[in-house]
């Protein structure tokens, strides 16, 4: 995002206490504009949408001076910002009630509408057999041609395996962290925090540099991790903590949830078994488990075919668009396929309604579309 005023003050609304990404946007909505909220200041205690607290905060913290020091920054350390008002705000992410206003981002540009999305999250406890399981996910799915962006917390244990598993297979890794970009944490992991900004990954966080950081900070960082994935992979969790947390955002987000099963006396499997036990995650026993539910297919399987029309009746500008786009990529959601045919969605829907009707294209889980 180009580091303008309205940049400057979508910063400074994110750095008044007590104000969150849905509270953001409706400020800003109600204002006219970010820079609009503080040039209209008396009249918020009218709007409901802040507390007491924070209208105080407002009145006695610069937030619009500590915002500026934060774009200097921003400049020095090489800091990026992604806004809900860019084009390249990740979709999935935007339909979350919750998402962040902004966040802010360290190496390579990476397109979560476009690509497949798994969120691994796991107990910072994962033994052996869960660091095998995640490996051997990621390596499936490399190597069965499916274009994936592995997304974690680079916390310890799972999410460090994740990232692990992704940087060693080239798979594309997004880090969402839990704090600003002044530090990482856990200390252990900044070799890897370097390897995903160095390689062509990336890390991101709705914390400006030097947010202090609270346990608060983790659950929430959970619900970007849920929200940037198409599904979640629960590897190994105990009957508590932060992978439980994030599954229930992913399931909220209507995301696909799956999990390890484990034998029934070992601890790090007691939340699996249960998300399981009670259908709110599917059973996974290896990467094809993916594949399948979620309409992903191999390569050796998408490549794409002839398609033999009848000669009284041909295809649309549009339809032809839609065919070769798809023929291109094997699968695309419908979000991905607007993307990229520039097709409004308005006539995207019943375009491919059309097409199915003509046996053409396949409607797949989770609104994705493939060429028959």
């Known amino acids: 995002m180009e580091l303008n005023q309205e940049a400057l003050y979508q910063v400074a609304v994110t750095m ?27 009249l918020l205690p009218e709007t409901g949408l802040l507390s007491l607290k924070s209208l105080e905060a407002l009145k006695t913290l610069n937030v619009v001076d500590a ?23 990740p979709r999935k992410l935007a339909q979350c009630d919750d998402a962040p206003l902004l966040y802010y981002t360290k190496g390579a540009v990476v ?13 910072r406890l994962t033994d052996p057999e869960g660091r095998d399981n995640i490996f051997s996910l990621v390596e499936g799915l490399k190597n069965d041609g499916i274009r994936v962006i592995i997304v974690s917390g680079l916390a310890s244990g799972a999410d460090t395996f994740a990232h ?22 856990p200390a252990e992991n900044r070799p890897i925090a370097n390897k995903i900004v160095d390689g062509a990954g990336i890390m991101l966080t709705e914390y400006f540099y030097g947010h202090p950081v609270s ?16 599904a979640l992979v629960v590897v190994q969790s105990r009957n508590k903590g932060g992978a ?5 955002y992913a399931r909220q987000y209507r995301r696909t949830v799956f999990a ?32 399948s539910l979620m309409g992903w297919l191999p390569l050796k399987q998408s490549a794409p075919v002839q398609i033999e029309l009848p000669l009284d009746e041909p295809l649309e500008p549009q339809e032809v668009k839609i065919v070769d786009v798809l023929r291109k990529h ?25 097409l199915e009707f003509k046996d053409l294209v396949k409607s797949l889980p989770g609104k994705r579309y493939t060429v028959r």
Not at 22 to 42: C, H, M, N, P, Y
Request: net charge negative; with cysteine.
């Open 164 to 185: 692990q598993a992704a940087l060693e297979c080239g798979v594309p890794t997004a880090a969402v962290l839990g704090h600003g970009f002044d530090m990482i944490y």
């Open 16 to 42: 008044i206490p007590g104000v969150g990404g849905s509270t953001a946007r409706k400020l800003i909505t109600w204002a006219g504009g970010a820079e609009q909220v503080f040039q209209k200041v008396d």
């Open 330 to 354: 094997g699968e695309l959601s419908i979000d991905s396929l607007a993307l990229e045919t520039q097709i409004p969605m308005w006539e995207l829907s019943p375009t491919l309604l059309n």
């Open 67 to 89: 915002a500026k020091r934060q774009m200097d920054i921003i400049d020095r350390e090489g800091i990026g910002i992604t806004s809900y008002t860019d084009r390249d705000y």
């Open 244 to 248: 439980l947390i994030t599954a229930e």
């Open 111 to 123: 397109n979560f509408d476009t690509n497949h999305t798994i969120g691994i999250v796991g107990t």
């Open 215 to 230: 346990k608060t900070n983790f659950p929430r960082r959970n619900r970007i991790v849920a929200g940037l994935c198409d």
């Open 260 to 291: 390890f099963p484990g034998r029934a006396n070992d601890r790090n499997y007691q939340g699996c078994n249960l998300l399981i036990r009670d259908n709110r995650a599917s059973l996974i026993t290896r990467h094809t488990d993916v594949e």
